[in-house]
């Protein structure tokens, strides 16, 4: 599968997402090659990744411009044997736009805020773009665009609340059951390139990442 995570509120998660979606694929039972691509040229993603040599994952940081486009990495890369997780910037609309194109799965990362749930007008427009493109015939098939809510507090409503929000605001747009939850371990695993997996196997976020790579592959299988 071809996945981007992909929101332009910054900070909503998604290279947190991405480096434990990425190791989680690459730790699986079936031992998959995995492909990081990091269009953010902050490259955090590729900062925590890069601090172990791990087999069957390649990293790669793409660009704006020729030759190192999210598309132009893309081609050199076996995708039926190789998941690709693309980690895009929030200031890059156009970055955004192609990694979706691009891609079977978008991800949505959205916080438990309203004003997170306010800032999601441009991610949507790209991934609406995208959609009319499919029906009009011009590219095979949208991808999958899903959103996942991320860094919910125990113990409080707002996490329902921001789902029943985006329900009436984004009908079309489908929401993970998998939700993840504001837990020290996503940030202390950093600190030793881990994810949260590796760092803490029995923690409640380990257990979220396994859910999401789980229900990732559901709807990714149910898609085809
Ligand atoms: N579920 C979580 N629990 C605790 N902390 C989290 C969680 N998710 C993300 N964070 C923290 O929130 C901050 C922002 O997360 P992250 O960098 O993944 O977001 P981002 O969308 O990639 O940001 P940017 O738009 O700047 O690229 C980081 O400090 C990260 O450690
Ligand atoms: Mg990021």
Redesign the pocket.
Known sequence: MIVT?A?R???????????NLTLVLLGGRLKQNVALIDA?E?R?SINILKRYKRENLTIYGATIDKPNRPSDILKTINTKNTHVIF????HSQEMMYECALKSSLVII?VQPSLLDVDALEKTIKALLTIRTLAEEGQIQKAPECYFII??AKAGTILAYQIKQQLKKMYPNFPIMKTV????????QS?FTGQSVMEYDRKSD?AQEIKNLAKELNGIYHKGK
């Open positions: 995570l929101s509120k910054g900070g909503s998660g998604k290279s947190t997402i991405a480096i953010d902050q955090s980690d895009t910037a929030p990362p991320n860094r993840l939850g504001e837990r020290e371990v996503y940030k950093l976020a």
